[in-house]
């Protein structure tokens, strides 16, 4: 085990390679680290299990294909992010971490490249390790960039024979994947068909709740409904699997295309080619101490204003889907980091014997709990809310089902940049649509 030789050094240890952990890096480089008295003593150390960075949202389309996305703007290298920094204030390890020790203020990392294992002390950290799904197509989870691309190539092969394909969940990843796959593999109904006759390959959704995408309201969830029939997807609703046989069938990367029997929780089965598990997710916090997870999520218990971690010490945060203060979400964390960084910020200069009136108010977060979720079906089609306005069916063509985000450059902006972006053309697309709005609400009248 090889312990850190900079232990003088003045670590922020960045946990996680996405959204978040890329987010506060660039932040924290740029706006934190240039005005901290002995600056040169601070160093950013940015830790991730994939050496790359990929847009996750759009997995749904990316697993069908690797033509529908340019793929050197889907996957992103993390280094070359922060090439225009200088070298002593930043390093990357291509790495897990697999313990901390709040007390001592250290972390330990596995690293990838060597099998090495390190001990780094550290003076700021952050947990962004993000959370993993049941099924390997959406995500690293705690795996790295090589793992995804096997699992889309198994599961493209077993798509190529498949004459079924079930899916168990019906939050907007199981949606989404429907509607690519349905849309791919069948086609789409005429504009006057109300449903896709006798579709190539027939697809179902298995949801336990009364209807899908349960954080939107009932009728965008019809018309959600309404449009996956038109791709020839069913769905099934209050009804749960319970058993897969064979176990980890569309779970485990060399399972993922393996046919399966699923029983459902009212005794009934369904024989299918393909199953893909969409139910939720895991936070990736294995490694921390449960006394600061909150014990119901297993994500780590973080304070919704400040997030910090109270209960982890000094200096102690928490982001992302790995948080518990707020419900998992781009625009959540993209929204949290500004406040984030200000606050690391402000306790830094506190720490480094600055006064309460040279520092600043601190931040506080608060989470938008206005309906808001963007679910594009297939190609061209879509159903959502922003901030409790209902979207018509172009506009989140327009703004995510296009092309998932990527035309965002989320992952290849430095923070503020990407931030500032995204909020000004999301805010000119969202005027626009509530201008369009209230034109149909005058004409209605």
Not at 203 to 230: D, M, Q
């Amino acid at each position: 085990m090889a312990q850190n030789g900079n232990s003088g050094s003045k670590n922020i240890i960045i946990l996680g390679g996405s959204y978040g952990g890329i987010s506060v890096a660039h932040c924290t480089l740029k706006h934190t680290i240039p005005v901290l008295p002995q600056k040169e003593d601070y160093k950013i150390i940015l830790v991730s299990t994939a050496s790359e960075a990929i847009c996750r949202p759009a997995c749904p389309r990316a697993l069908v294909s690797d033509d529908f996305f340019p793929q050197d703007k889907l996957f992103v290298g993390i280094p070359k992010q922060f090439e225009q920094y200088p070298v002593r204030h930043f390093e990357f390890i291509h790495g897990s971490a697999t313990a901390v020790d709040n007390k001592k203020r250290t972390v330990t990392i596995a690293t990838h490249v060597n099998d090495q294992t390190q001990v780094i002390n550290f003076h700021v950290l952050v947990i962004a390790t993000g959370a993993s799904t049941p099924s390997p197509l959406f995500g690293f989870g705690s795996n790295d960039e090589k793992t995804l691309r096997k699992a889309w190539t198994n599961f493209r092969t077993g798509l190529e024979t498949a004459k079924n394909i079930v899916i168990a969940g019906g939050g907007p990843v199981g949606v989404e994947t429907a509607g690519e796959l349905g849309e791919h593999l069948n086609g789409r109904a005429g504009f006057l068909g109300s449903s896709l006759q006798n579709p190539r390959v027939p697809i179902t959704v298995v949801t336990s709740g009364p209807h899908i995408l349960p954080n939107l309201r009932p009728s965008i969830a019809k018309t959600a409904e309404e449009y996956l029939a038109k791709v020839g997807v069913t769905v099934t609703k209050g009804k749960r699997v319970m058993s897969v046989d064979p176990p980890n069938a569309g779970s485990h990367i060399d399972k993922i295309n393996t046919k399966a029997t699923l029983k459902l929780d009212d005794g009934s089965t369904l024989e299918v080619d393909l199953f893909i598990p969409a139910t939720g997710y895991r936070p990736n916090t294995g490694f921390l101490s449960k006394d600061i997870l909150d014990a119901s999520t297993s994500q780590v218990a973080t304070n919704p204003f400040s997030l910090r971690v109270d209960k982890a010490g000094p200096r102690i945060y928490a982001i992302g889907d790995a948080s518990n203060y707020a419900r998992p979400a781009v625009h959540s964390i993209m929204a949290a980091v500004p406040i984030l960084g200000a606050n690391i910020k402000r306790d830094l200069l506190l720490a480094a014997g600055k006064a309460e009136s040279e520092v600043g108010a601190e931040q506080l977060f608060k989470e938008e709990k206005r309906e808001t979720q963007m679910v594009p079906i297939g190609k061209s089609k879509g159903v959502g809310a922003a901030m409790g306005w209902r979207l018509p069916s172009w506009a989140v063509w327009l703004i995510k089902g296009r092309d998932y985000w990527l035309w965002t450059r989320l992952l290849k902006m430095p923070y503020p940049a990407a931030n500032r972006a995204i909020t000004n053309q999301s805010e000119t697309l969202f005027n626009g649509i509530q201008y369009h709005l209230r034109d149909r609400q005058r004409d209605a009248t």
